[in-house]
Structures are given as structure tokens and as C-alpha cells.
């Protein structure tokens, strides 16, 4: 076969990407905007913790643009500060299940008892039907 009849080689293109995966921009998009607000929403909201009992239960409107709480507390304030503890969680939870995954696959491969044990942990574990759990 000569060089003239290979194909060529395919280059990686985002808005190929994009185009084939729509989704998965729109996630990303959301995943950014979130990150953009938990990292500098704080500094142009006020205090999440801000009692006005004068103000409580009032609907959306300019002021308070989700409303306020049965203490009066605005709540896409508290909304904005929700969205940093919602990421640190979520980014600590996948760190720490990355780490003991890593940690009980390589035991397991290294040592044929464990994975036994794990095996049959798991076998209990997929035995239980997903609505109890």
C-alpha cells in the first residue's frame, strides 16, 4: 500500500467536540457560571446570616431577587454562599473516593486475598436491591 491511499490523521477540534456533544458544553457552561459565582458572588452580595423579621416571607421582586425566608433572610444571598460549600464538598468528595479507589484497586491487584474480599463484599453489596438502599 502506497502513502497516497492512507488516510489522514484526525486532529482534535473543540467545536467538533461541541457539535457532536451539546450536552456536554451546556454542562460545562454551568459548571463554569457556578464556579464564577462562588468564587466572586460572595464579594458582591451582603451577609447570608441577616435577619429582617419586617421583610420575611416577601415574594421575588428587585430587592430580593429569590425572595426572603421565614427570618427574613434573602435567600439567593444565602444561595450564592450555598454554591462555595456545594463545590469544596463535591471537589473533596471526589478527591478522597479517587484516593481510596486508587488505594483498594492497586491492593487488590497486588494481593489476591484482598480481592477476594472485596469481591465478596461487592456480591453483598449488588445482592441488595437499589430502592433500600
Do not use: H
Not at 17 to 46: C, D, E, K, W
Not at 58 to 86: C, L
Not at 103 to 109: M, P, Q, S, Y
Amino acid at each position: 500500500i502506497t502513502d497516497d491511499l492512507a488516510l489522514p490523521a484526525r486532529r482534535f477540534s473543540l467545536w467538533t467536540a461541541i457539535r457532536r456533544n451539546p450536552t456536554i458544553a451546556f454542562g460545562a457552561v454551568l459548571l463554569v457560571l457556578l464556579i464564577l459565582v462562588a468564587v466572586i458572588g460572595p464579594s458582591f452580595v451582603g451577609d447570608p446570616f441577616k435577619l429582617s423579621p419586617r421583610d420575611r416571607l416577601r415574594p421575588p421582586s428587585e430587592r430580593w431577587w429569590f425572595g426572603t425566608d421565614q427570618f427574613g433572610r434573602d435567600v439567593f444571598t444565602r444561595t450564592v454562599w450555598g454554591a462555595r460549600v456545594s463545590l469544596e464538598v463535591g471537589l473533596s468528595v471526589a478527591a478522597i473516593s479517587s484516593v481510596l479507589g486508587l488505594a483498594l484497586g492497586l491492593a487488590c491487584g497486588y494481593f489476591r486475598r484482598v480481592d477476594g474480599i472485596v469481591m465478596r463484599i461487592m456480591d453483598g453489596l449488588m445482592a441488595i436491591p437499589s430502592i433500600l438502599l
